[in-house]
T-cell receptor, first 112, second 113 residues
Framework: GESVGLHLPTLSVQEGDNSIINCAYS??????FIWYKQESGKGPQFIID?????DKRQGQRVTVLLNKTVKHLSLQIAATQPGDSAVYFC???????????FGKGTMLLVSP | DGGITQSPKYLFRKEGQNVTLSCEQN?????MYWYRQDPGQGLRLIYY???????QKGDIAEGYSVSREKKESFPLTVTSAQKNPTAFYLC????????????FGPGTRLTVL
């Protein structure tokens, strides 16, 4: 598959642990944020999003936290499974602009 | 990957040749995007199009060209002017009328020999 994870920050966890992946964004005017999951050799898949009028949003086994004061975004994955192993990207958007700005990504490795 | 098709999955070309990567969508989305991905880096925007017959340069447009003659199709040509074309290329779409999320295709791995 595609070796997109080469030289990326890596988080290694055991199956069943909770995982926290962090992202610092750059544009204080950004008001929409997305987390994507990318498995080897595949395109990114949407996980969860959040708008700047919220500081927390929960999905199935995932939670996104937004701290606008320090421009920080985190993705929490509960009860991490081997199938969660992938590269995770955050992306930001500012209203009125039709493009996303992506972070460099974090590789999550889950051991059985 | 939804209704986004990128072909071929793997593509090889000789140095100095132009090559065109295909992206087709049946999601009826107005906006389409091309990204380049290199190992250890995030996605970098090459070109995007918000409507048929219109497109804009992204951050790394040099050495690339696009067309948007149909809503469903947004082909990317990698020209011989692109100095380091070996990379993973991703096409994405977005429904401008509703959400900001972009949907991605499966990607094309281009290798220049």
């Amino acid at each position: 598959g595609e070796s997109v994870g080469l030289h990326l920050p890596t988080l290694s966890v055991q199956e069943g642990d909770n995982s926290i992946i962090n992202c610092a964004y750059s544009n204080s005017a950004s008001d929409y944020f997305i987390w994507y999951k990318q498995e080897s050799g595949k395109g990114p898949q949407f996980i969860i999003d959040i708008r700047s009028n919220m500081d927390k949003r929960q999905g199935q086994r995932v939670t996104v936290l937004l701290n606008k004061t320090v421009k920080h975004l985190s993705l929490q994955i509960a009860a991490t499974q081997p199938g969660d192993s992938a590269v995770y990207f955050c992306a930001e958007n500012e209203s009125g602009y039709s493009t996303l700005t992506f972070g460099k990504g974090t590789m999550l490795l889950v051991s059985p | 990957d939804g209704g986004i098709t990128q072909s071929p999955k793997y593509l090889f070309r000789k140095e100095g040749q132009n090559v065109t990567l295909s992206c087709e969508q049946n999601l009826n989305h107005d906006a389409m995007y091309w990204y380049r991905q290199d190992p250890g880096q995030g996605l970098r925007l090459i070109y995007y199009s918000q409507i048929v017959n219109d497109f804009q340069k992204g951050d790394i447009a040099e050495g690339y060209s696009v067309s948007r003659e149909k809503k469903e199709s947004f082909p990317l040509t990698v020209t011989s002017a692109q100095k380091n074309p070996t990379a993973f290329y991703l096409c994405a779409t977005r429904d401008r009328g509703t959400v900001d999320e972009q949907f991605f295709g499966p990607g094309t791995r281009l290798t220049v020999l």
